[in-house]
């Protein structure tokens, strides 16, 4: 197969880089996992819509809800931290700004999910901060 390859191609390693595989994946499994929690997420809304804060407080009690919530939002924030990786590895080009761009992008989703999860978690356990 490499003899398809252009001799300079090789030198200077361009294609596949062995992990376009994985990251293919990880997108399809959080796309499942989005699909299964997410309509779980929707349902606890509209059940808990009219209630407002102390109906979802006390939906947010139960821990298969929080659990349910919780891994709702570690996917989402995973997920779309692959799909706009994605976008930065196809438009940003110069090197430096490629690698920047995809910590920050790494960082600030971590930075969410982890927002999200303490969130839930002060809810569902009832630390109210009165």
């Not at 600030?108 to 356990?125: E, N, P, W």
């Given at each position: 197969m490499?003899?398809l ?19 293919f994946?990880?997108q ?12 779980y997420?929707i ?37 779309a931290s692959?799909?706009?990786?994605v ?21 600030i989703?971590a ?14 356990l ?5």
């Amino acid at each position: 197969m490499s003899r398809l390859r252009a001799p300079l191609k090789n030198v200077r390693g361009l294609g596949s880089a062995k992990s376009g595989t994985e990251h293919f994946i990880q997108q399809r499994i959080t796309a499942v996992a989005l699909l299964l929690t997410g309509a779980y997420v929707i349902g606890l809304l509209l059940c808990n819509l009219q209630g407002g804060f102390d109906a979802m407080h006390a939906a947010l009690a139960h821990p298969i809800s929080a659990v349910v919530v919780i891994a709702f939002l570690i996917a989402m924030c995973w997920h779309a931290s692959l799909g706009i990786q994605v976008v930065i590895e196809d438009y940003v080009h110069s090197p430096k700004w490629l690698i920047t761009s995809i910590l920050l992008n790494k960082f600030i989703f971590a930075i969410a999910a982890i927002a999200g999860v303490l969130a839930v978690l002060k809810i569902s356990l009832g630390a109210m901060g009165n």
